[in-house]
């Protein structure tokens, strides 16, 4: 019995593809497209009847994606980075809308929010209604404020 390489290379590429759709991207997207290279060079090398032109095809495809479409490939897949939720309001302006001390916490309104607020542990004073602030930083659904010059 003798063993069809090119056969062996379209098998092996799919598997490559199935492992990557199960696995949901887990590998970057690399066995998707080492395995299609495997796959593409199996056919061919199935159409011309030679298995060394699959194996050469493969090669050749492969290196191709390492060398060269490997980072282009990452950089489309990464996500920029985009602050969401409370982080979202870290140096945000808000207003006053009840006093606040070192020692009593106030309200400010934020994008039409109410919060409850401190200062900065280093603000000077009190912040009296109608200040307006920077969002500093947020502990649970308190905001740090600090006074805008």
Not at 11 to 19: I, P
Not at 41 to 69: D, E, K, P, R, W
Request: with cysteine.
């Amino acid at each position: 019995m003798t063993v069809n390489w090119n056969w062996v290379l379209v098998v092996m590429g799919a598997v490559m593809v199935l492992v990557e759709a199960a696995l949901g991207g887990f590998a970057g997207f690399d066995l998707v497209l080492i395995g299609s290279s495997f796959v593409l060079g199996g056919a061919l090398g199935l159409l011309m009847g030679n298995a060394a032109v699959g194996f050469l095809t493969a090669s050749a495809l492969c290196v191709l994606y390492i060398v060269a479409g490997r980072r282009w490939v990452r950089a489309r897949l990464k996500r920029p980075s985009i602050a969401t939720n409370t982080d979202a309001l870290i140096g945000q302006r808000a207003l006053v809308t009840q006093a606040l001390s070192a020692h009593q916490p106030g309200q400010v309104s934020l994008r039409g929010e109410v919060w409850r607020a401190r200062p900065a542990p280093d603000e000077p004073g009190a912040l009296e209604a109608g200040v307006e602030v920077m969002v500093e930083s947020i502990d649970g659904v308190t905001l740090t404020v600090r006074r805008i010059p």
